[in-house]
Each structure stands twice: as C-alpha cells, then as structure tokens.
C-alpha cells in the first residue's frame, strides 16, 4: 500500500492490488458467484436450472435485460437476431484476405472490430434502442464470424447462415456443411452446444468482461469494447486450459499410468490441468454440467478413450488428501476440451466457441456500464518506481 498525495488538501490513498485480485471495479447486477459454495447465478438463478430447463437465446435475454422474456419477448428477441445473422460482404472480403494458416480467434477479434466500421450508428451510446440494436447485431454475427474463422483455416468456402435453422444448429451448420443439403446437425449435439454456450456465457469480472469494461469505460462503440474482450479471452491464461487438459490426458495414455502421473503433480513436477480455480474452492458448478454433457456428446460421436482417463483421474484426485486439502475439484475446462474434440474442433477454435458464448455477458455487463452514472473512464494509479528528474544530454553530445 502507498500513498499517493492528490492535492494540498487531500493526500489520497492508494492501493497497490496487482490484478485487481481485491478490488471491486463496478457493482453489478448481472452474474452472483460464490466461489465457497460452488455458486453461479445469473441474474438470480441458478446456472443447473438454466443450463437444465432454458436456452442459450433466452439466456442471452435474461442476461441483457435482467428478467426472463415473456412469449411476445423472446419471440421478438429471437426474430431479431435471426434477421441480424448474415454480414456485410465486404466483412467477408475482409476474412478471406487472412492467411490460410490464420488462428481463427485472431481472425475473430479483428472481425468484430471491424464491425465498427459498419455501423457507425453504435458510437451513439445515449440511445437505448440503439444500444439494444447493436447488442442483437453483434449477438446474431458472432456464430457468422466464428464459424467462418474456422472456414477459413479449412481452406474451404464460407457457408451463408441459414435462418430457417435455430441460433446453435445455424452455427453448426456454417461450420460443417459442404454443400446444399449434406449436414443436418443431431439434435443431441445442438443441445449440448447449446448448454456450452449458456455455462459460458458470463463470469462476472474475469479478465476479458473486465477488458469490455475498460475499453468501454472510454465511450467507444461496443464492437470496439467487445474486440478487446476477445483479445484477452485469446490469452492461454484465460481461454487456454481445456486444451491443456486434453494435452495431459493423451500424454498419460492409459488409465494404468494415472498413478504415476498423479505422483509427479503431487511432486510438484506439474499441474493437473482442468483442476482448481481462483474463485471456485469447491466443484466448480458448471463442471458437473458439462461432464453430463460429454456424456450426451460421446452417445452420439462414439466414446473417446481420453474419456475414460478423465473419469478415472477424478476420482483418483477427488479421493486424494492432496487434492482435497488445497481444495482442487474439476473446473469446467476439465471436460470441456473433450467434447470439442468429439465435435472435431481443433484446439484453435476452443477460444472461438468460449466468445460466442461469452458474447451476451460482456454485452450485458457493457450496457450496465454505460447506463451506470456512477462509472468513470477506467485510469488506475500506479506507483511509480523509475527514475526522477534527470537532465537530457542531447544524442550529439552522448555519441
Ligand atoms: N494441480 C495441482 N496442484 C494445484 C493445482 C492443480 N491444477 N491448482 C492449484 N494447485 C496447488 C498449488 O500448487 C498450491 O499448492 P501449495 O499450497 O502446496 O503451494 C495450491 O494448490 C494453491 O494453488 P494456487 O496456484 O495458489 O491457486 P490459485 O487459486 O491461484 O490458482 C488456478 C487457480 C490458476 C486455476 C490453478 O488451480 C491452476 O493452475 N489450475 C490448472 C489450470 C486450469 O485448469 N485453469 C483453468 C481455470 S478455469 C478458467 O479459467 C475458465
């Protein structure tokens, strides 16, 4: 902690908190979490009710305007975004101008800023059905540019939305069609997609909604704002451990060798990836969903044997004193790697799913910041440790 004097009647206080871990930023009404209890909550319920009973859709809805839609609502919420799906073709110039090899969320993030050159409209913040219009655009394109991401890295030709299809099925199809009438997406998997996307969609302050906030906290138009929160969603801190995990299960091979490879992260030679969080100091609620949901997937796919080294190694680590003790239980990256796989989604493109289905939180949590009178540009203090006052020496007399 330092001091940092303001003026001459107000010395002011500063805290020094690398990350933010122990200040609170905003107050928000949007996501609850009580990492002690294994707790997330949107907007009041429960992430199992509405990962059980409701949509990724009306999710979102629930997510941006705080109470669940009426029939009329969602009706007109989904119409809406269904109309908004397609993009500008010149956005679609724009992708295929990437490199064949371009990581598809790098691809994403640069989209979705450009997005801001189309629709100068969004800069006008004060407007809340403007605001609306633009969180329903960016909502409906996100699947449309994720999807094409992928296209791209295939080498193979973009697929238009199909707005006779729902939201998930829609992205399932533009990620995998090959030709007018060859893929019909199993209703199993849309659902299960669909699941993903809702366990995903908000987190409260983490790294990327934390950088929407920032970038927004400047006025900036919300393509611009959401641009960065992929950006930092592109992190291997923040979006990267679920490939980890399936690195680690395929590197153990077989559920004989899980002892070893228990021994060696209890010696302190690795992580058990997929394992603990910062908040969560209990099972991370949506693990346990997710785990059902790998279980859906692989009826469907055919069963994984990374699958089965999963299962074992939980409860292998859920029975270990050294587990328990420091309080390490299955996060939601520990299953969710898998079920990419069986989707066959090379690891690049698990970051791309995580921000379609973060999309609605950062926007909710936009829109409060923009609505919030109490909120100001984002300008932390900093204590300064470098050099004072020190004469320059002009280049021509240093040389
Ligand atoms: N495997 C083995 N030991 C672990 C693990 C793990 N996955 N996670 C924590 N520990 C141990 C630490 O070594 C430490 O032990 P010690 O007290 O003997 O030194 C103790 O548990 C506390 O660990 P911290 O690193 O202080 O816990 P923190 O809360 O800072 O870390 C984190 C949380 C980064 C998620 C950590 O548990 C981890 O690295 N997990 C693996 C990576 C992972 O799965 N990340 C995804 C998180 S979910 C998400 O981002 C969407």
């Known amino acids: 902690i330092g001091k940092i004097k303001a003026d001459d009647d107000n010395p002011g206080l500063a805290v020094y908190d690398p990350g933010f871990v122990n200040t609170a930023s905003c107050r928000s009404s949007v996501t609850y979490i009580d990492g002690e209890a294994g707790v997330l909550e949107y907007r009041g319920y429960p992430i199992e009710q509405l990962a059980e009973g409701s949509n990724f859709l009306e999710v979102a809805y629930l997510l941006v305007h705080g109470s669940l839609p009426s029939k009329a609502e969602y009706d007109a919420w989904v119409h809406d975004i269904t109309y908004h799906t397609f993009v500008h073709e010149n956005i679609k110039s724009f992708m295929e101008g990437f490199r064949y090899d371009a990581h598809p969320m790098g691809m994403l993030m640069a989209s979705v800023g450009a997005l801001s050159t189309f629709y100068p409209d969004a800069t006008n913040l004060k407007d809340a059905d403007n605001r609306h219009l633009q969180i329903v655009r960016m909502i409906a394109k996100m699947p449309t540019l994720g999807a094409w991401s992928f296209r791209n890295a295939q080498g193979k030709p973009f697929v238009y939305p199909d707005n006779e299809l729902g939201y998930t099925a829609n992205f399932l199809s533009m990620l995998f069609k090959m030709s007018e009438r060859d893929y019909i997406a199993d209703e199993r998997l849309v659902r299960a997609l669909d699941v ?8 409260e302050q983490n790294c990327s909604t934390n950088a929407v906030r920032s970038v927004g906290s400047s006025q900036v138009d919300p393509y ?3 641009a960065a929160g992929v950006a930092a969603l592109y992190g291997p801190l923040h979006g990267g451990a679920n490939e980890a995990v399936l690195k680690s299960l395929k590197r153990i091979g077989s559920k004989e060798n899980i002892p070893d490879f228990i021994k060696g992260v209890k010696d302190g030679n690795e992580r058990l990836m997929g394992f603990g969080h910062r908040v969560y100091k209990n099972y991370d609620p ?13 009826e469907v796919t055919g069963t994984n044997p990374l699958l089965d080294i999963a299962l074992e190694l939980e409860k292998i680590a859920l029975e270990d004193d050294y587990f328990v003790s420091r309080k390490l239980y299955p996060n939601v990256d520990f299953y969710s790697g898998l079920i990419y796989e069986a989707f066959q989604f090379p690891p690049e493109m698990f970051t ?3 921000a379609i289905g973060r999309t609605p939180g950062w ?12 909120q100001k540009i984002a300008r932390p203090k900093q204590i300064y440790t470098g050099e004072r006052t020190r004469d320059f020496t002009p280049a021509s007399e240093r040389w």
């Open 352 to 354: 791309v799913l995580f």
């Open 196 to 203: 993903l996307f809702i366990l995903h969609a908000d987190h």
């Open 363 to 374: 926007l909710a949590q936009w829109l409060e910041l923009v609505q919030d009178k109490e």
């Open 224 to 226: 611009s704002a959401v």
């Open 286 to 298: 949506r693990a346990r969903i997710i785990k059902q949901a790998a279980m859906d997937v692989f």
